[in-house]
């Protein structure tokens, strides 16, 4: 269910880190909890940002979340699926409805995140059904 | 799976819901569901087919004697004198200064026999206003304890349920209701609904309400029911622009602000509340609720802030997507004489205005 290769933040996003780039996403465990997901919002390319920190929303019928930044740095790439499809979030949240791309500007970060194994456990089981 | 939070109330079919899978929420003190599949999904089969919601937690207050209606045209601005024996209307409770106590459905079951249905987290506040003003030849019972409601809507909603009761549906119009059977158990079936659409809200014991959610649930099969939550239930009403307590009107709002003036009747005689409606009519309203629609990026949600060139000017009561309508929709308050269709408005998203035009409400009404 949950990449190996990713990393898990207890907010419930990860990141990808591919050489000096990390990947980041929401994992399927928030989709769930979040339902239909009608509208994202993700910064611009070029935007710093820090670890811990607002990225940008996801928003569902009835609320808005909050995503923060696992990793700091630049952001190179936004996806823009989401601004037509923002529904992509609720089908494919590890791998085509990832939000940005960031050239990571701390690559160490990464390494204090949780593991797979960790993050499936700390979703709870509803996660792994 | 983990058991309700003891310290929420719950209704009968508490476990059925966990059984299917719902999520629950904290709904103003009670475990409700607020989704089984996805609210989109859910608001489409009312739209489209047919939906079965549980609102037992909505609650029931009987007013029973010789002078029912003298209490009930007392407490509520509608003219319950105008109600034939087995028709309901929309009504309110307001405080002696206008604003409401709740919103409320009234039905008239006999001459002396009028049964309120009001909102869940109001009802012992609603029962404690009205037994306060009982002076009159009546008893006032807070009933929400013998009373499980399902609410069948939908397009198909007359057909699935038909197949549980010998009692005629068709015949039933509007806002009227009939006292029967459902599945084998006595039951009030009442044409009534907050979604909308067509469909029936019924009345049936607590114990029973296991047993007929179900087969609701089978008799509808065919249709491609599905079991709604809270959260299409918000999205259904909102795209029909009806009230939520706590959103479109409180203690603070009056109807002739909240675009409610069909639910008063100021010729009847006094009613709580009736002098301050008066002297409000008389100075005018400085407030209005009106729909809007955002046109920008961005989703203008319950409580943000509405401006009108670069001022604050308002503020949102509900809002969020509409399934049906594939927008952005909302309702607000605006200062009265900013408040015509087609002004161009800026909802505070997260410090941003965002654009949005006010429009003709109801958002979304049903072919006939």
Redesign the interface.
């Known amino acids: 269910m949950y990449p190996e290769n990713f990393r898990y933040t207890k907010e419930h996003e990860w990141v990808n880190v591919e050489g000096a780039t990390g990947t980041v996403g929401i994992t399927d465990h928030a989709q769930k909890e979040l ?2 997901i ?2 994202v ?1 993700l910064p611009k390319v070029g935007a710093v940002i820090e670890k811990g920190k607002t990225l940008g ?1 996801v ?4 609320a ?1 979340s909050d995503v923060y930044s696992p990793v700091s740095g630049e952001v190179v790439a936004v996806n823009e699926l989401l601004t037509s499809s923002p529904e992509k979030l609720n089908e494919d949240p590890h791998g085509a409805a990832w939000l940005v791309k960031i050239k990571l500007s701390s690559p160490q970060e990464a390494a204090d995140l949780m593991s797979a194994a960790d993050y499936q456990k700390y979703a709870g089981e509803e996660s792994s059904a | 799976m983990s058991p309700p939070d003891t310290l929420l109330r719950t209704t009968p079919l508490n476990a059925v819901h966990r059984k299917l899978g719902a999520k629950m929420v904290d709904f103003g003190g009670w475990d409700m569901p607020v989704q089984y599949s996805s609210v989109i999904e859910e608001h489409h089969a009312v739209r489209q087919r047919v939906g079965v919601f549980d609102v037992s937690h909505m609650g029931e207050i009987e007013v029973r004697g010789p002078e029912a209606l003298k209490l009930v045209d007392y407490i509520a601005t509608n003219a319950a004198s105008k109600l034939k024996i087995g028709q309901a209307h929309y009504s309110g409770l307001l405080y002696e200064h206008g604003g409401f106590v709740d919103d409320i459905l009234v039905h008239k079951v006999a001459d002396d026999h009028f049964f309120l249905c009001v909102n869940a987290s109001n009802q012992d506040k609603d029962y404690e206003h009205i037994a306060a003003h009982n002076r009159f030849a009546c008893s006032v019972e807070n009933a929400g304890a013998r009373y499980a409601q399902i609410a069948v809507q939908g397009p198909r909603a007359l057909e699935t349920l038909q197949k549980l009761t010998k009692v005629a549906l068709a015949p039933i119009k509007y806002y009227w209701f009939t006292d029967g059977e459902v599945g084998g158990t006595a039951a009030r079936i009442a044409r009534t609904g907050y979604t909308g659409e067509d469909g029936f809200e019924i009345y049936v014991a607590p114990s029973q309400a296991p047993r007929i959610w179900n087969a609701i649930l089978a008799a509808g099969e065919e249709f491609g029911i599905k079991p709604a939550g809270l959260g299409a239930r918000n999205t259904l009403r909102l795209e029909a622009k009806m009230a939520l307590y706590g959103h479109e009107i409180d203690a603070t709002i009056t109807p002739w602000e909240a675009d409610l003036a069909w639910i008063v009747k100021l010729d009847k005689g006094d009613f709580l509340g009736r002098d301050a409606l008066v002297k409000q009519k008389e100075h005018g309203i400085t407030r209005r609720l009106i729909g809007f629609e955002m046109r920008g990026r961005g989703i203008g949600r319950d409580g943000y802030e509405v401006h009108i060139d670069g001022a604050p000017a308002g503020w949102v009561t509900s809002g969020g997507p509409a399934p049906t309508l594939n927008k952005n929709i909302g309702l607000c308050y605006l200062p009265v004489n900013q408040s015509e269709p087609g002004r161009v408005i800026h909802v505070m998203v997260r410090n941003q205005p965002v654009e949005a035009v006010t429009v003709p409400t109801p958002f979304y009404k049903r072919a006939k």
């Open positions: 339902g239909d009608v509208y919002d929303s928003e569902s019928v009835k808005v």
